[in-house]
């Protein structure tokens, strides 16, 4: 059920995206939806995507978005972020809703290493979907909102290559797992890290979004 909080969270979402990416707020028609599209290979699975895409007049290029759903690394699927991913298309964005691994176990970074990919298979595949591989961005929430600030933070150079996205929104994520294992102990990261917060600080450190923001960043 969606209540007022996505709402509200949906709407400061969509005026980051059109900030950041130029894209038009007016409607564009109708809306093709592609599901289970293969983006890419995982241990022998296919990994799948939905595509949202919207009407384009004279082959106008549009901004792309990544949605990334939550659930815990463990459970979750790229369909529930259908609704959200309808009105971005409606809006003008070509909406991609990401499947990524979830199964036991899942050790870092291979849920990072997934959404790099639909990134890169987004940006190699822009000519079909007319998306302009300069304004990509993503959108996450929970577990899907660490992948997408993952996106938006790691790597250097240029935001319009490879998997590097121009921007990132993300609701209710962990963006430091050192200070979230201290807190929830070793139970929480254990299974995502392969390991305790004792016995590998530096892979909690790697995996956490705050390590990899540009410039100076306040003490924790």
């Not at 969606?2 to 130029?22: C, D, E, I, N, P």
């Not at 995507?49 to 290029?61: F, Q, S």
């Amino acid at each position: 059920m969606r209540t007022l909080k996505h709402v509200a969270s949906f709407a400061a979402v969509a005026a980051v995206l059109v900030v950041a990416t130029g894209a038009s707020a007016a409607q564009t028609g109708t809306v093709d939806v592609r599901t289970d599209v293969q983006y890419g290979v995982a241990d022998g699975k296919p990994l799948l995507l939905d595509a949202y895409v919207p009407h384009a007049a004279g082959g106008e290029r549009r901004p792309a978005v990544l949605l990334i759903h939550g659930g815990g690394f463990r459970v979750g699927d790229k369909r529930s972020f259908e609704p959200e991913a309808r009105k971005l298309a409606a809006k003008g964005w070509v909406a991609f809703s990401v499947n990524y691994r979830l199964d036991e176990p899942v050790v870092f970074p291979a849920e990072v290493d997934d959404v790099q990919t639909a990134a890169r298979w987004v940006r190699a595949h822009a000519g079909e979907y007319q998306v302009d591989p300069k304004r990509i961005g993503a959108l996450g929430e929970s577990a899907g909102g660490y992948l997408a600030a993952m996106l938006a933070t790691l790597g250097e150079g240029s935001q319009e290559t490879g998997a590097r996205i121009r921007v990132a929104v993300a609701w209710s994520a962990p963006t430091d797992l050192t200070e979230l294992a201290r807190l929830r102990g070793d139970e929480w990261g254990v299974p995502l890290l392969g390991c305790t917060l004792a016995d590998c600080p530096q892979r909690y450190a790697d995996a956490s979004p705050i390590t990899h923001v540009d410039g100076p960043r306040l003490g924790r």
